[in-house]
Nanobody, 118 residues
Framework: QVQLVESGGGLVQPGGSLRLSCAASGITFSIYDMGWYRQAPGKQRELVAGINRGGITNYANSVKGRFAISRDSANKLVYLRMNSLKPEDTAVYYC????????????WGQGTQVTVSS
């Protein structure tokens, strides 16, 4: 059974920092591209940051220079370090695991709430 379990969300003041974690199980972690997405109320889910199985990263323009994604393949973990948080970063953050080779697979975590407010 595949599970992606996020943790680390919460309430933080503008300018603050948080680190989200995603623990994966039930998959061969090393062959999956991993990503963090977010969805704010009334908006579509969007990619925040991705890291492929080779460690290459990509970021949404809105978070470049503030967020950093990393992976620990030995322990099947993905992290999202978020600095200089803004109110517009408020959303539910989801972890995603994607296998782009046949058989194509995509898995999601349950999400963790991040609220940036004074």
């Amino acid at each position: 059974q595949v599970q992606l379990v996020e943790s680390g969300g919460g309430l933080v003041q503008p300018g603050g920092s948080l680190r989200l974690s995603c623990a994966a199980s039930g998959i061969t972690f090393s062959i999956y591209d991993m990503g963090w997405y977010r969805q704010a109320p009334g908006k579509q889910r969007e990619l925040v940051a991705g890291i492929n199985r080779g460690g290459i990263t990509n970021y949404a323009n809105s978070v470049k220079g503030r967020f950093a994604i990393s992976r620990d393949s030995a322990n099947k973990l993905v992290y999202l370090r978020m600095n200089s948080l803004k109110p517009e970063d408020t959303a539910v953050y989801y972890c995603n695991a994607e296998r782009k080779e046949v058989p194509i697979r995509s898995y999601w975590g349950q999400g963790t709430q991040v609220t940036v407010s004074s």
